[in-house]
């Protein structure tokens, strides 16, 4: 599945429509919300099924097409089942502070003709041209952004990478300080804008200017965006085995607080993921659990340790004398762990970058 996002050209007549439907569905999604939340205190649980038809018949009143009702029923439903499930916390209602921005369209849509799309309940709207992949549009979904209005559109269709013919293993330390470290000691840090943009945006969060810090910030996410399809890219490309920490960022983010940082970064494993097993590589995730500590010469546990050590970027072996960069000796762990070599046996052969 390909999802890509149309930049919408949008008339009066238009917005003013989704500017309504999106009005009509924050009372709708508020309202289902607390239902479903009142309903399990009594002991009544919805399907999927059951509750996106709850509505029916109330398409016409509210002036918007049914299955777009249903679609919002749906995210309001699955925003529960995640929080039971213990994988989301409690969905928040919908208010002026955090407001509903979005607008499913569940039902297959019409390849578009030229610049112009159809919708359901919205003919012939215009979008800034793009090139599209072949395949069925599966559905589509409006969203309200600082910068406009957007059409993102899943496509059933696959995407291919190019990869290059080699068995070059890489092992990856994901972090904070640095971004991504390679077990062939490259760093890899975030790129200029996006340090930029955060000054940037800090700047207008403190100056108060909300609108300003919205745009930005939205920037910001697509910046990062992009830089993790980059870098995933070129990892699949190089590399036809990678072996990353799994847990390394996780305890970081305790320090750093849950951040966008954190987010962002698992976002980066995922596609390296998806990509990889799309490209034919093998992604494999190492416990991390020694790997700062260890030193890649000797084996021994002398490394920084944990959350305290986050601050030595450097260090030296107390057993053996060598001089380490943190995060490159980390990636180098990595990528012996993940070849098989067992922490806390000693050996001398080491893989660095092979
Ligand atoms: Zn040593």
């Known amino acids: 599945m390909i999802i890509r996002k149309l930049k919408l050209k949008l008339n009066k007549s238009q917005e003013q429509t989704l500017e309504t439907w999106l009005w009509n569905l924050t009372g709708v999604y508020n309202w289902s919300i607390r ?13 999927g099924f059951d509750f996106q038809n709850l509505l029916a018949g109330h398409s016409d009143k509210l002036d918007i097409p049914s299955h777009i009702l249903q679609g919002t029923l749906t995210q309001a439903h699955s925003a529960w089942s995640r929080c039971f499930k213990k994988i989301a916390k409690k969905p928040k209602l919908k208010s002026i502070r955090n407001k509903l921005n979005s607008i ?32 069925k549009i ?9 910068s406009g209005w957007y059409l993102c559109l899943w496509i059933d269709a696959t995407h291919t990478f190019p990869v290059k013919m080699t068995d070059k293993v890489v092992g990856i330390d994901p972090g904070f300080h640095t971004l991504l470290t390679l077990s062939n000691g490259t760093k890899i840090e975030n790129p200029r804008e996006l340090r930029k943009g955060s000054e940037r945006l800090a700047q207008a969060q403190r100056g108060g200017r909300k609108k300003l810090a919205s745009r930005l910030q939205e920037k910001q996410a697509n910046r990062r965006n992009d830089r993790n399809h980059k870098i995933s890219r070129n990892l699949i490309e190089n590399y036809k085995t990678i072996y990353y920490s799994d847990d390394n960022f996780k305890g970081m983010s305790k320090l750093f607080g849950k951040s966008i940082a954190e987010a962002s970064l698992s976002n980066l494993i995922g596609m390296i993921n998806y990509k990889g097993r799309l490209g034919g590589r093998s992604i494999i995730p190492v416990n991390s659990k020694h790997t700062t500590m260890t030193c890649l010469t000797c084996w021994s ?40 070599f067992d922490l806390g046996v000693l050996e001398s052969s080491i893989v660095g970058d092979r």
């Open 104 to 135: 499913p369209f569940p039902d297959p849509i019409r390849s578009p003709k030229g610049n112009r799309i159809n919708i359901l309940g919205l003919k012939g709207l215009k979008f800034h041209k793009q090139s599209l992949p072949e395949g």
């Open 35 to 47: 239902k479903i939340e009142l309903d399990a205190q009594n002991k009544i649980y919805y399907s």
């Open 138 to 146: 599966k559905l589509g979904r409006i969203l309200k952004r600082p």
């Open 301 to 340: 546990l002398t490394g920084p340790i944990g959350l305290n050590g986050l601050a030595v970027r450097h260090w030296q072996c107390s057993d053996c004398g060598s001089v380490h960069d943190r995060d490159i000796n980390s990636a180098r762990v990595i990528a012996n762990v993940g070849s098989g």
